[in-house]
């Protein structure tokens, strides 16, 4: 059977809408290696231990945010019902999280708007955090890991080009970093960026780093998410070199990946000679390290927090210890250099990028399978442009805004990922519509892991269908109804897409333009949503929907 590599089903979706411009315990080991054929070097005295600190996805949001949680995950059948994903109740219970629990208002999407919005995050307390973890174990036992997707994502990064996103890494103690989505963004711009970060940012080039801490050596492998034009063997294997590789001169493997959730997930059943792998991409938190049965890290995005871990032999075995902390602003020290200079940086863009646009009229939020209310607002505004039919990426990135707080242009720059995402408008028929939206359940449900995007759903409205969730692969979707408004077999599509580089509006301005002409008392109109068909009751899958 034909195995696509994952460039080749990555662009599936864009490919079906070509012209359209529409985008959107260890089993077997790689590609024949088994546990006897990892050579590893014994395991430092008894008494050695190395603290790891690792955040990721923070989205170069240097202010803090208010936390919500994904509202509903959903992912491949072969995964529901394991952490990260678990409906809101089988989430808490799962960590012996009671409701009465301050965890809960940053753990579940309820908990946080029972609590009215909860800051979180934010540099300068990011900052302080780590840097008294570093403190307490001392410098040369402790390392400090940046995942993915750390320098771009908010206003002030995509106006600047990233101007001051090294020294940001340098806020937060950085030792290492991977190679994210600067190198997409600012493809000019970004190997000064790395020089002047001038510490090992690891990509396809640079895939390995050692650092020597309290007596052992650990050895960082990176997995960028950059599309190889490999098959999943190939792929697999190229991987798996590096890391026996590096196995043979340390004591410790730690892969520091930005693939995203599932592909980690898959990595972690098959690669081996790994003690650790540290996910970014998928921004999915999920408390404490997910033994898959590598241990893997899930560290939320927005820099609300941190993994804490530990690296420790005893008795010749390895050892790993994982907890996410929290940076709850309200509660937490800041290190006033950095809030200084983030005050002094920013000053010069703030009133551009502060500008008031109009006051929320309930929770928008980005992270859900199907659609967060941010989808909603966007959509609205598609709909100026006179299409029938409004299609998006289900993009995860955004900032959470609570009731009533005013919505500003930094909040709709956050909704693209540091793209110049522009709008554009084609036309479509059924065929072409429904292969857009099996590629994007197939990368969100399907059971090869590999394949998925980090994106939710696709975002359809105008129109409606079932998401057959058990179904094969290229049979998800039925029951596409066609707009009544439509009365050929075709109809205008507006859409927008990271991927898009032809003429038309920014997002970012359709959407303020929009905004503007609401009035004081504006609402939003419901979530457009698809309907579903699941298994009743299944762990792994809110049937009921948090709006």
């Excluded at 950085?174 to 510490?199: D, H, K, M, N, T």
């Excluded at 780093?209 to 960028?224: N, R, Y």
């Excluded at 994982?322 to 709850?328: G, I, S, T």
């Excluded at 909040?411 to 857009?436: E, I, K, M, W």
Aim: charge should be neutral; include cysteine.
């Amino acid at each position: 059977m034909f195995k696509p590599s994952r460039r080749q089903f990555l662009t599936a979706g864009a490919a079906s809408l070509a012209l359209a411009g529409l985008s959107g315990c260890a089993t077997q080991g790689a590609a024949g290696t088994s546990a006897a054929d990892v050579v590893r070097r014994t395991p430092a005295a008894s008494s050695s231990a190395v603290q790891l600190l690792f955040y990721a996805d923070t989205h170069a949001q240097w202010l803090p945010v208010i936390s919500h949680s994904v509202a509903n995950h959903l992912g491949p059948m072969s995964l529901l019902g394991q952490a990260p994903y678990f409906t809101e109740y089988n989430r808490l219970a799962e960590l012996g999280i009671t409701s009465g629990d301050s965890r809960v208002a940053w753990l579940t999407a309820s908990g946080a708007r029972q609590a009215g919005g909860v800051r979180m995050g934010g540099y300068a307390a990011l900052a302080k955090a780590l840097e008294q973890q570093r403190v307490q174990w001392g410098a040369d036992a402790c390392l400090t890991l940046e995942g993915g997707q750390c320098w771009n994502g908010s206003g002030l990064a995509e106006l600047t080009a990233g101007r001051y996103a090294p020294l940001s890494s340098h806020w937060l103690g950085a030792e290492v970093r991977i190679a994210s989505e600067e190198q997409q963004i600012w493809p000019q711009g970004y190997p000064r960026l790395y020089s002047e970060f001038a510490r090992p940012v690891l990509d396809t080039g640079n895939p390995v780093a050692f650092f020597d801490k309290a007596g052992m050596k650990i050895a960082v492998v990176g997995v960028p998410n950059q599309p190889l034009n490999l098959s999943r063997i190939q792929y697999l294997s190229h991987i798996q070199q590096q890391v026996l590789q590096a196995g043979s001169q340390a004591d410790w493997v730690v892969v520091l990946s930005d693939a995203g959730t599932n592909s980690d997930l898959w990595l972690a059943k098959e690669l081996q000679g790994v003690d650790l792998i540290l996910s970014s991409r998928g921004q999915d938190l999920w408390p404490q390290a997910v033994q898959a049965p590598i241990p893997v890290c899930f560290a939320g995005s927005q820099g609300q927090g941190y993994f804490a871990i530990t690296l420790e032999s005893k008795n010749s075995k390895r050892v790993v210890n994982a907890r996410f902390h929290p940076v709850l602003t309200d509660q937490s020290e800041v290190m006033p250099a950095v809030a200084e200079q983030i005050q002094r940086l920013r000053s010069a863009h703030a009133g551009w990028l502060d500008l008031p646009l109009a006051e929320a009229p309930g929770w928008l939020y980005r992270r859900d399978a199907l659609a967060g209310s941010w989808d909603q607002l966007i959509a609205e505004a598609l709909k100026t442009t006179r299409a029938e039919l409004t299609l998006a990426p289900g993009l995860r990135h955004g900032l959470a805004v609570a009731p009533g707080q005013v919505i500003t242009r930094d909040h709709l720059l956050s909704l693209t990922a540091g793209y110049n995402s522009r709008v554009f408008q084609v036309t479509a028929d059924p065929q072409q519509l429904q292969a857009r939206l099996e590629a994007g359940a197939d990368q969100l449900l399907s059971d090869d892991w590999y394949l998925h995007s980090s994106e939710d759903m696709p975002r359809l409205t105008g129109s409606a269908y079932v998401l057959r969730y058990q179904a094969v692969a290229g049979q998800r979707i039925s029951e596409l109804q066609w707009p009544a408004s439509s009365t050929r077999n075709r109809a205008r599509v507006a859409g927008w897409s990271t991927h898009y580089r032809g003429e038309g509006q920014p997002l970012w301005q359709l959407m303020e333009s929009w905004l503007r002409q609401r009035s004081s008392a504006w609402h939003l109109p419901p979530l457009e949503l698809p309907s579903l068909a699941f298994v009743e009751g299944h762990p792994g899958w809110h049937p009921e929907a948090v709006q």
